[in-house]
């Protein structure tokens, strides 16, 4: 599976944006599609996932300002609105395999700065 990222950029506090993920390969043994972030200094941090079945979660420091969508079987969307200076940070796809000896696709990343 292969993973690539857009949409990231810089906006000021209170802003929104949309990031995309274009999922390409097999496609069909994906199990859950998810948006991590991390900012410079801290761990990788699970943002919103999405599985096969169209059920989705959030961290509570996103929910209810940000929703991840799926569009077809080879779009999964973040949209990110209320922006705040510490959502800033590199998002990542990840796709996890239905086979568990699968190891997770990764995408490259893709920069949101918020800042005024």
């Known amino acids: 599976v292969h993973l690539v990222e857009s949409g990231g950029g810089l906006v000021q506090p209170g802003g929104s944006l949309r990031l995309s993920c274009a999922v390409s390969g097999n496609i069909f043994s994906i199990n859950v599609l998810a948006w991590y972030r991390q900012a410079p200094g801290k761990e990788r941090e699970l943002v919103a996932h999405?599985?096969?079945?169209?059920?989705t979660d959030y961290a509570s420091s996103v929910k209810g300002r940000f929703t991840i969508s799926r569009e077809n079987v080879n779009m999964v969307y973040l949209q990110m609105t209320d922006l705040k200076p510490e959502d800033g940070a590199v998002y990542y796809c990840?796709?996890?395999?239905?086979?568990?000896?699968?190891?997770?696709?990764w995408g490259q990343g893709t920069q949101v700065t918020v800042t005024s």
């Open positions: 999405i599985n096969r079945g169209g059920a």
């Open positions: 990840k796709a996890v395999s239905v086979w568990p000896e699968d190891p997770d696709s």
